[in-house]
């Protein structure tokens, strides 16, 4: 959580500076306006991405091993049935065509 401030702060004050150099902004309290409403929104932002990056890795890490087993039996279950029913049309196809030139 530190570092979320941190880079949230890190960022904010880094654009604040920007935009002072640019002399897009003058004053104070201008800019300690901007700096905090960027701070807050880089913050939620980042937590998000984070918290999200978290959960997902736990999410992984927890299922068991043999789901991810099973997933993977059950897709190449489907490509082997694909790979024949592909097959087995185009040799339909060919053979079609054998019968329309007798």
């Given at each position: 959580?530190a570092?979320v401030g941190?880079?949230a702060?890190?960022l904010?004050?880094?654009v604040?500076g ?26 939620i932002?980042?937590?998000?991405i984070?918290?999200t ?5 736990y ?6 091993v043999?789901?991810?087993?099973a ?5 190449v279950?489907?490509i ?7 097959y087995n049309?185009e040799?339909?196809l060919i053979?079609?065509k054998?019968?329309?030139g007798?």
């Amino acid at each position: 959580m530190a570092i979320v401030g941190l880079l949230a702060f890190l960022l904010a004050y880094s654009v604040v500076g920007w935009l002072y150099e640019l002399a897009i902004i003058s004053g104070r309290e201008t800019g300690s306006l901007i700096h905090w409403v960027l701070r807050t929104i880089i913050f939620i932002a980042i937590y998000y991405i984070v918290a999200t990056a978290i959960r997902n890795y736990y999410w992984i890490v927890i299922v068991p091993v043999y789901i991810y087993g099973a997933v993977i039996m059950i897709a190449v279950i489907g490509i082997i049935v694909m790979k024949i029913l592909k097959y087995n049309k185009e040799n339909y196809l060919i053979r079609e065509k054998l019968n329309k030139g007798i």
